[in-house]
């Protein structure tokens, strides 16, 4: 299957070997309007790039594959190693941190390929509101990693880039890669308070970053957590609202009030339909990453496309790692002519898996949706 080549490509253009990205164009696409281009978030890696790298495109285009239209900015200040080290026994001496004290060992398959992360969990003995107030929650206003922040912003823009403020994980995800899944489920019928006193000190690291985010001018501020598997949600929507969704009003407005105009994704893996009049109702205006395994990204769009921007929609785990590249490129028509046609479409590699055969689909992918527009 060929991939017809379209008009020019108003977006970017060529500067030595470089291209000089027009912001409009993407925002185009955020507005849910038509725009010469379905925008694209990269995922950097050493694959990606060896991928990239192979492809017959000219270096101006390769280089756009690279860089994608999204720049990624974070509020993340560095782990306090000795201080979470007494929550737990002994660890990995690979172990890793997030700022929030979970421990993370990378664990790879027997070809060698990232297999995903075993979770050492900080809260796991720690089951009382006391013991999460002796906790070393992070404090993200006082580390003072947002200094710099606006100049780092305005920076991307002159690059022509589209600006993320990430701060997904927010609340949930967090809670039970500090807690683990298991204990955190009894937490809500057997410790409410624990719960609340638990999303709500979350929070307020969340609220701050939310703001300094829409001071520093990020057009896009992405938060969720991973709150469904590939069937249904993995809490209630009952019990979604009574703990959740206020925060996440919240903190969509301590981001609103500064910049009313930002755009908000929300990011889960799995079938988050359930959800979507709930995160449209705080103020969610995209989705991600819409994975088609699991949802029916035709009829997401039908029912959907005039409220929300649909983030992602790449068949990682099915079409790239068991299809072909004709696979690859059939899915690409029907994204331009179908989900892109009115605006309201990114595409985004969200969990791609480095394998053999989902690289060699990403590389055909990429050449198809690069020669999918004439680049001047």
């Known amino acids: 299957m060929r991939c017809a080549r379209k008009r020019s490509f108003p977006q970017l253009h060529m500067k030595e ?16 309007q038509p725009c010469d281009h379905i925008p694209y978030q990269t995922r950097q890696n050493e694959h990606m790039r060896r991928v990239i790298d192979a492809l017959p ?3 101006a285009a390769k280089a756009w594959l690279w860089e994608g239209d999204f720049a990624l900015e974070r509020l993340e200040p560095r782990p306090a190693v000795d201080r979470f080290r007494p929550y737990f ?8 941190f997030t700022y929030f004290g979970v421990g993370r060992q990378a ?10 992360w075993t979770t050492f969990h900080p809260l796991a003995a720690v089951d009382t509101v006391e013991g999460l107030r002796n906790f070393p929650f992070p404090d993200v206003e006082k580390s003072r990693v947002d200094i710099g922040l606006e100049e780092r912003v305005a920076a991307h823009k002159a690059e022509g880039f589209v600006v993320i403020g990430q701060m997904s994980q927010t609340i949930l995800e967090t809670s039970y890669e500090m807690r683990g899944i298991p204990e955190l489920m009894m937490d809500f019928y057997e410790r409410p ?17 939310a703001r300094r985010f829409a001071e520093a001018g990020v057009d896009v501020l992405r938060i969720g957590d991973d709150i469904a598997s590939q069937e249904n949600l993995i809490i209630s929507l009952p019990m979604y609202r009574d703990f959740i969704k206020p925060l996440h009003r919240a903190i969509i407005a301590a981001a609103r009030a500064v910049k009313p105009d930002i755009h908000v994704l929300y990011h889960s ?3 988050l339909e359930p ?5 449209i109702d705080v103020g969610v205006t995209a989705i991600n990453p819409v994975q088609p395994e699991c949802m029916n990204v035709r009829q997401i769009k039908a029912d959907y496309g005039e409220r929300l921007v649909l983030w992602g929609c790449m068949p990682v785990q099915s079409t790239f790692e068991h299809g072909t590249g004709d696979d690859l490129r059939r899915h690409l028509a029907f994204l331009q002519h179908e989900i892109a046609a009115s605006g309201g479409l990114v595409i985004d590699f969200v969990n791609f898996l480095d394998s053999p055969n989902s690289l060699r689909n990403l590389g055909a992918f990429f050449e198809c949706y690069a020669n999918s527009w004439k680049i001047d």
């Open 89 to 96: 026994g002994d660890l990995p001496p690979d172990c890793e």
């Open 17 to 32: 070997n470089r291209f000089i990205r027009t912001r409009a164009e993407t925002f185009k696409a955020l507005l849910r």
């Open 193 to 209: 308070d624990y719960v609340r006193y638990l999303f709500e000190r979350i929070a307020r690291e969340r609220l701050f970053q």
């Open 269 to 271: 893996d799995g079938n």
């Open 57 to 59: 495109l000219s270096p």
């Open 275 to 279: 959800l979507l009049n709930d995160l």
């Open 107 to 116: 664990q790879k398959s027997n070809e060698g390929w990232h297999a995903g």
